[in-house]
């Protein structure tokens, strides 16, 4: 049911929960920002700083998109691989202050297996993941991740899949828990089932009981300060992203989603106090085939859902309760061919008299085939006035400039089951649908060195740059 809350386990623990709460090193409703506009107002000001960038170097010819993030990472005036965590400086929304593994050591992953969620072997995603401090986490090469229990991901840690062709599936998958400053870039992230009734390990000197999991994509329980770009996700058994429990300062964007019902669910459950800090940023993402509903679902807090493609959808594409504020701008809605279905917009078990009021705005929407928003709320034209500061909202003209690339870079966008679709031509090197790139030369679509075409099946044997090898190196040494 839409309106139910997320787990009964959560409602039994909910009088511990918040009075743990006022003592958390995390706290809920004030780690929220004061003055959400002023965030929306930033992220107008850099997408034109972007796009007026790429004007100037001739429309988009070379390295500048008009996209800022990845026009931030790209166009350092330095190859993206020897500045892996410049990425950390490149976010923007309300997850603008994730900061990851920013100044830690890298990590390489070499290990797909995951045996012993008690003690991980090193050289696996877990054990990388558990580790204390900043840790920026790679892949030495294409692997795909079953994991046996939920991945319970560390303060201070990117996981970034650049340069490999990385699959978190067909297991449980990654949980954010009481924890912060987390990036998790360029993953396809798929057919994730439940797991628990095990003990799991959290930290090198922590290990717990875990109940039973939703099968959730990527689950933020009271976590703060996250950034989740460049991935890939579907086919999960509840959400592919669910935000819940008080998790706040986060932004989803360049992003792929397919073939799901419940896509994302931001806010535990109407009653629950505490979602009333959450601030949420969904931008540059495309809503591809085979979706039902939540794009997202959102509950109390503030969300700014701007510059995504939604290409259609079998119930509805924005939900929400509990008197959310959902800004829309720039957005393209294209409905499907049901009748019935044409509205973007649904308030979720809620008279119209309860939530006419609500703070539900749509500014430079293309709606297509049918679509329509039905905006609510009166008297807050000086909040959105302030929000954009000057800065006009990005016409939805430019969602396919700024959706391009949306989703893994360099292979299919679909988890594998779409055809290939145009990349960039990142640092000079082949684009296409095929980690191997084109012609055989063994150059990735992110500029990463791989064996060539005949070597696909042993990428033990890489031909890795000086750098990449040592950061392989990395991974010899316990980080425990």
């Given amino acids: 049911?839409?309106?139910?809350?997320?787990?009964?386990?959560?409602?039994?623990?909910?009088?511990?929960?918040?009075?743990?709460?006022?003592?958390?090193?995390?706290?809920?409703?004030?780690?929220?920002?004061?003055?959400?506009?002023?965030?929306?107002?930033?992220?107008?000001?850099?997408?034109?700083?972007?796009?007026?960038?790429m004007q100037e170097t001739g429309g988009g010819g070379g390295c500048m998109t008009g996209n800022p993030i990845d026009d931030c990472w790209r166009c350092a005036g330095t190859d993206w691989w020897k500045d892996r965590q410049r990425l950390a400086d490149c976010g923007i929304g309300f997850g603008r202050n994730a900061l990851g593994g920013k100044g830690g050591p890298f990590y390489v992953v070499t290990d797909s297996s995951d045996r012993d969620p008690v003690n991980p072997a090193p050289g696996t995603l877990r054990h990388a993941a558990i580790q204390e401090g900043p840790l920026w986490i790679v892949f030495a090469a294409d692997m795909t991740i079953r994991l046996n229990e939920e991945l319970l991901v560390n303060s201070y840690k990117t996981i970034d899949?650049?340069?490999?062709?990385?699959?978190?599936?067909?297991?449980?998958?990654?949980?954010?828990?009481?924890?912060s400053n987390v990036i998790i870039h360029n993953l396809h992230v798929h057919d994730c089932v439940p797991a628990g009734n095990a003990n799991v390990r959290s930290s090198p000197t922590h290990y717990g009981w875990r109940t039973r999991s939703d099968g959730d994509g990527i689950s933020l329980f009271s976590a703060r300060d996250v950034w989740v770009d460049h991935c890939a996700l579907s086919r999960c058994a509840d959400g592919l992203v669910d935000a819940i429990m008080g998790s706040t300062g986060i932004t989803v964007s360049n992003s792929y989603f397919s073939h799901h019902d419940e896509v994302m669910l931001l806010g535990h459950s109407d009653g629950y106090l505490p979602d009333?800090?959450?601030?949420?940023?969904?931008?540059?993402?495309?809503f591809g085939v085979q979706l039902v509903q939540r794009m997202p679902r959102c509950r109390r807090g503030y969300f700014h859902i701007v510059n995504n493609d939604y290409t259609a959808w079998e119930m509805y594409a924005i939900g929400g309760?509990?008197?959310?504020?959902?800004?829309?701008?720039?957005?393209?809605?294209?409905?499907?061919?049901?009748?019935?279905?044409?509205?973007?917009?649904?308030?979720?078990?809620?008279?119209e008299g309860?939530?006419?009021?609500?703070?539900?705005?749509?500014?430079?929407?293309?709606?297509?085939?049918?679509?329509?928003?039905?905006?609510?709320?009166?008297?807050?034209?000086?909040?959105?006035?302030?929000?954009?500061?000057?800065?006009?909202?990005?016409?939805?003209?430019?969602?396919?400039?700024?959706?391009?690339?949306?989703?893994?870079?360099?292979?299919?966008?679909d988890n594998g089951e779409a055809s290939a679709y145009v990349g960039f031509n990142y640092a000079g090197?082949?684009?296409?649908?095929?980690?191997?790139?084109?012609?055989?030369?063994?150059?990735?679509?992110?500029?990463?060195?791989?064996?060539?075409?005949?070597?696909?099946?042993?990428?033990?044997?890489?031909?890795?740059?000086?750098?990449?090898?040592?950061?392989?190196?990395?991974?010899?040494?316990?980080?425990?």
């Fill in 161 to 179: 899949g650049r340069g490999a062709n990385v699959h978190v599936a067909g297991g449980a998958c990654i949980t954010l828990q009481y924890v």
């Fill in 276 to 286: 009333s800090g959450m601030q949420v940023t969904i931008a540059f993402n495309h």
């Fill in 354 to 413: 309860q939530w006419n009021g609500w703070n539900w705005r749509t500014e430079g929407d293309m709606m297509v085939n049918g679509a329509f928003f039905v905006p609510s709320g009166e008297g807050m034209e000086n909040i959105y006035d302030k929000a954009s500061s000057g800065v006009d909202p990005k016409s939805s003209a430019l969602v396919d400039q700024l959706t391009i690339g949306a989703g893994v870079l360099g292979g299919p966008r």
């Fill in 1 to 53: 049911m839409a309106g139910a809350p997320k787990s009964t386990l959560i409602i039994l623990l909910l009088p511990f929960l918040l009075l743990g709460a006022a003592a958390s090193a995390l706290p809920l409703l004030n780690s929220s920002l004061p003055d959400p506009a002023a965030v929306v107002a930033d992220f107008h000001s850099k997408v034109t700083t972007s796009r007026r960038r």
């Fill in 429 to 480: 090197s082949a684009t296409g649908g095929g980690g191997g790139g084109s012609g055989g030369n063994g150059y990735g679509s992110l500029g990463m060195v791989y064996a060539n075409s005949g070597d696909r099946g042993c990428r033990s044997h890489l031909i890795l740059s000086l750098t990449t090898l040592v950061l392989a190196l990395i991974c010899c040494v316990r980080l425990d």
């Fill in 321 to 351: 309760s509990a008197s959310p504020t959902i800004n829309s701008q720039g957005n393209r809605y294209i409905a499907p061919a049901n009748p019935n279905a044409k509205e973007v917009t649904k308030r979720v078990d809620t008279e």
